[in-house]
Structures are given as C-alpha cells and as structure tokens.
C-alpha cells in the first residue's frame, strides 16, 4: 500500500508531504512555490484557497453562534451580511451595531442567533 501523500492542487503537481516523513515547514514551501513561479515566469494564484480557508473560518463562526452544524453548500448559499450596504459607508455614516442600555454588546447566543 502506498502512504498517503499531498500534492498542490495546482498543475504540475508537486509533492508537498508524505506519510512518516518529517514534515516541511508549510511556510518555506509556500514560499518555494512563489519564488519557483517568479523564477519560471508561470502564474500563481493563491485567491481560490484564500477564499475557501476564509470561507471555513466563517462556517467556524456561524457553527459557534447559532449552535448549528453548518455544510460547506449552506456557507455558499448564505446571503449573511454584517453590515447591510457596507459598499456606501462613509466615516459619517452612524455604527452599525449599538451597545445596550448597560454598555455592552450583546453576545450570540447559541441556537437562537441566526447568520445563514
């Protein structure tokens, strides 16, 4: 059987890890790939993996708050904003959220908050 093994997920594959193998330093292999990349004149992009480790930590957050287990399909469904109309806040525009009457704000509250 062959140890389990990681690969980029971008052509060409390259071979990142290996099963009972130290592990390389995930930041001097980042780094590699740039540099190998600038040295070859080939595309990088990291924004597709950007995108999808900031959509994990938002399910991370909705998971925490509502009390709910939340699907990678329910995350890119979800029309959740913060702040309604961010695009045309300017620095006059009044704070979105408000302190209560005892100056805290108020927390989630697991199974009663709803984001998605």
Not at 52 to 69: C, D, F, K, P, Y
Request: net charge negative; hydrophobic share 35%; proline share 9%.
């Amino acid at each position: 059987m062959t140890p389990p093994t990681h690969y980029s997920d971008e052509p060409p594959l390259v071979h990142l890890w290996q099963y009972g193998k130290n592990d390389p330093n995930p930041y001097h292999v980042e780094w590699q790939l740039l540099l190998d990349a600038i040295r070859q004149n080939k595309p990088h992009n990291e924004a597709r993996r950007a995108g999808e480790a900031e959509i994990a930590a938002l399910m991370g957050r909705v998971a925490t708050h509502s009390g709910q287990l939340v699907t990678w399909d329910q995350m890119m469904k979800c029309n959740f904003q913060f702040v309604k109309d961010i695009d045309n806040m300017t620095f006059d525009t009044p704070a979105p959220i408000h302190n209560g009457q005892d100056g805290i704000y108020a927390a989630p509250q697991p199974g009663i908050t709803k984001e998605c």
